[in-house]
RNA sequence: GCGCCAGUAGCUCAGUUGGAUAGAGCAACGGCCUUCUAAGCCGUGUGCCAGGGGUUCGAAUCCCUUCUGGCGCGCCA
């Protein structure tokens, strides 16, 4: 049940029905009907909706726009009784007014629904899997990972109420050379711990958190691994520290409200034969080919591995990349291409990655693989996110893995709080790069745009517990007659809270879940103005009655949106 | 060199997938609580939408181009 978009609907009919008129009289001239737009205007003097249609035509009708919108405006059936007026203005918009009388079904509507008020049904169950945070595990989750996990989970939800069979994945790169890497560097720390003289690998990881893990090891296992070979040793260690890194980061993720359907490890695609399986296919399918030894993945474009003269490579259609290296070891390239595969195999009508920035060279490359197994390369959606930028005391923090100094998804829950960090990162497009203020972001005052639209959510469930000491007994709110809210406030609120299911669809569709974050400020601003301006627990019982149902209806609308975005909706602040 | 992303008010950013007079928050100033939460409301002003071309009834939005910044272009992941 979509109030605005039946009202859209209808308009359009009946002015394909004008225009359909208009043709068989004579009146307009034109091959096929535009596809014009029934739309809400920005400046509320246009109407309630404005349609384009006019200006659309007035090449092929060879008249003017304003018109061809005169024509329109008498052949438009105006019975049914919703439509107030209609005017011709501007270039030639036909801005239809509406009488108000629907508006007064939204606040029923929003209690009916409840918690699902705002859901559509454009998904149609089709399956989507979403896949973020996918956080390397030899280190700790970081502001980038932070705003991926934000962006993913909220947009999961958002896709969920949108009517999409929802899995949310991540994925587990536990396998290949960081893991040696990150191996290798336990076991110096391992040795470090017993008084060997151990040689640091000259890459390894230098975060504290590495040396915590080796001494975790040494409390709990003992020291017998020391006479171990060095593969056993590293082995045993970096098996020790995924473990312990995967249940850190379950452990944050879970604070930061982030929980997945699936994590699904990189390593189980070679352990089970998946990776050398789609390679042999693209070998068989001719898209591969064997060249010393190793096996290579043939370009788009011929494939001379043509480079320019500073030896870079000209650009990704030219270059075959290598798949298998001539030891026999796949690369990440190949490991990633399996996973996809894997990805659609299992099913999904779509497949959306939320990726770093840094990655996005690796996008096409990506796109094409999967095309090579016959599948839809537009099912393969990446979101890409600009990178993070920390600022604290004015200047730029560096964060990197290898000097180990960097604010790690733990650290920002501790000092901004979980809701002012979900909230913050989702409410940037992600094509954005972000600079992040640490100092803003911990002085917990009311800059943080969070904090207004919780306000507005606390502010309603105070009214109605003022309303029941006051001793009023609240009436079912989904049988309540708001037929007098005539106040333009109310009608504003009650507009906005008729938005919601279309915002949630057009946020789903563009999948830019930010989108929920303008609603809900937008719904609270309306809120808070209509508060100013309209007492809610006044005398008049019935008034009284309509306005409890629209504030109620208010929170419900907002705690249905903070909750897609995994942000709380407080009773009382 | 090639590719992706960005450039909008003093700052941080939106901009409903081409609509009418470009918006919000922060910052500044002035009003509003002896009745529902002042973390709020109301009012005051600010823009060569980076520059230049083009497409059309109409462009911040689409195309071309220049400039600036970020990120990539590996038998790393």
Not at 135 to 140: D, M, S, V
């Amino acid at each position: 049940m979509r109030p605005i978009t039946d009202l859209k609907n209808d308009i359009r009919e009946r002015v394909i029905t004008a225009l359909t008129l208009a043709k068989s009289e004579g009146e307009l001239s034109f091959e096929e009907i535009p596809a014009f737009a029934v739309e809400i205007p920005r400046d509320p003097a246009h109407g309630d909706f404005a349609v384009n249609a006019a200006m659309l035509l007035a090449k092929q009708a060879r008249m003017a726009p304003r018109a061809i919108a005169a024509v329109l405006l008498e052949k438009i059936d105006t019975a049914g009784g919703y439509i107030e007026k209609i005017d011709v203005a501007g270039a030639g918009f036909l801005n239809f007014y509406l009488k108000q009388d629907w508006l007064f079904d939204v606040p029923r509507l929003v209690h009916r629904m409840g918690g699902r008020y705002g859901s559509v049904d454009t998904g149609a169950g089709k399956r989507v899997q979403v896949e973020f945070v996918s956080a390397n595990p030899t280190g700790l989750l970081h502001m980038g990972n932070a705003r991926g996990g934000a962006i993913g989970d909220s947009l999961g939800n958002l896709l969920a109420f949108a009517g999409y069979d929802v899995e949310k994945e991540y994925y587990i790169n536990d396998a290949g050379n960081q893991i040696r890497l990150l191996g290798l560097s336990l076991d110096a720390r391992f040795r470090e711990l017993l008084g060997e003289d151990a040689v640091f690998p000259e890459d390894g990881y230098h975060g504290g958190d590495v040396k915590e893990t080796a001494r975790h090891y040494l409390e709990e296992h003992g020291a017998s691994l020391r006479e171990k070979d060095e593969e056993e040793r590293i082995r045993v260690l970096s098996d020790y520290a995924l473990e312990e890194k995967l249940g850190d980061m379950k452990r944050v993720l879970s604070l930061y409200g982030v929980e997945f359907d699936v994590w699904f490890s990189e390593r189980s695609l070679h352990e089970s034969g998946k990776v050398m399986a789609a390679m042999a296919e693209l070998k068989e399918r001719g898209y591969a080919y064997e060249d010393g030894g190793s096996l290579l993945l043939k370009a788009e474009n011929g494939g001379d591995g043509k480079r320019s003269k500073d030896g870079q490579r000209v650009n990704l259609e030219d270059k075959d990349d290598v798949l298998i290296r001539a030891n026999g070891v796949p690369t990440y390239f190949a490991a990633d291409i399996a996973y996809h595969k894997d990805k659609f195999d299992r099913g999904f009508d779509k497949v959306i990655n939320v990726w770093g920035a840094d990655h996005h060279g690796h996008v096409a490359r990506m796109k094409r693989a999967v095309s090579l197994f016959g599948y839809d390369p537009d099912q393969l959606v990446v979101i890409l996110m600009q990178l993070v930028k920390l600022y604290q005391n004015g200047e730029l923090v560096t964060m990197s893995k290898r000097s180990g100094q960097y604010v790690t998804l733990e650290d920002l829950i501790d000092e901004v709080g979980y809701d002012a960090a979900r909230y913050f990162f989702v409410m940037r497009n992600p094509d954005s790069p972000m600079d992040f203020d640490l100092d803003l972001a911990k002085s917990k005052n009311a800059d943080n745009p969070v904090f207004y639209v919780q306000y507005a959510h606390a502010r309603i469930c105070s009214i109605l517990r003022q309303a029941v000491s006051l001793g009023y007994v609240l009436p079912d709110f989904a049988a309540v007659d708001y037929t007098c809210l005539t106040d333009p406030h109310e009608a504003d609120l009650m507009k906005k809270l008729a938005d919601l299911p279309e915002e949630i669809d057009a946020a789903a569709e563009l999948l830019e879940p930010h989108r929920l974050c303008a609603y809900l400020h937008d719904l609270a601003s309306t809120f808070h103005s209509f508060y100013n301006h309209c007492r809610v627990n006044c005398d008049d019982e019935a008034l009284r009655a309509a306005r409890l149902g629209l504030s109620r209806a208010a929170a419900i609308a907002i705690e249905n949106v903070l909750t897609l975005l995994g942000v709380h909706a407080p009773t009382e602040m």
